[in-house]
Nanobody, 120 residues
Framework: QVQLVESGGGLVQPGGSLRLSCLASGISFSNYETTWYRQAPGKERELVAFISETGGDTTTYADTVKGRFTISRDKGKNTVHLQMNSLKPEDTATYYC????????????WGQGTQVTVAS
């Protein structure tokens, strides 16, 4: 059974930092493209950051987070992190981890989400 479990969310003041983690069981991130999405109340889910499967390690970011967020993979722990710095109130959302196999696109998994609230 495949599971993605996000952690690391919470309440932080503007300008602060958080590191989100997505731990996978049942799959290896080495074979999956991994994406962090977020969804704020009343808004559509949006892509935040992407990292390709091992071998590519291509990363892309939404313009709204470029230069502030960093996505990375810890191969030994089968975990993908999202380091979020200089947080703004508009970063408040539920953050979701998605893993999709680089070749078999139907192998597509989501975590349950972790809440990030940026407020003073």
């Amino acid at each position: 059974q495949v599971q993605l479990v996000e952690s690391g969310g919470g309440l932080v003041q503007p300008g602060g930092s958080l590191r989100l983690s997505c731990l996978a069981s049942g799959i290896s991130f080495s074979n999956y493209e991994t994406t962090w999405y977020r969804q704020a109340p009343g808004k559509e889910r949006e892509l935040v950051a992407f990292i390709s499967e091992t071998g590519g390690d291509t990363t892309t970011y939404a313009d709204t987070v470029k230069g502030r967020f960093t996505i990375s993979r810890d191969k030994g722990k089968n975990t993908v992190h999202l380091q979020m710095n200089s947080l703004k109130p508009e970063d408040t959302a539920t953050y979701y981890c998605n893993a999709r196999h680089w070749a078999s696109r139907s192998l597509d998994y989501w975590g349950q989400g972790t809440q990030v609230t940026v407020a003073s």
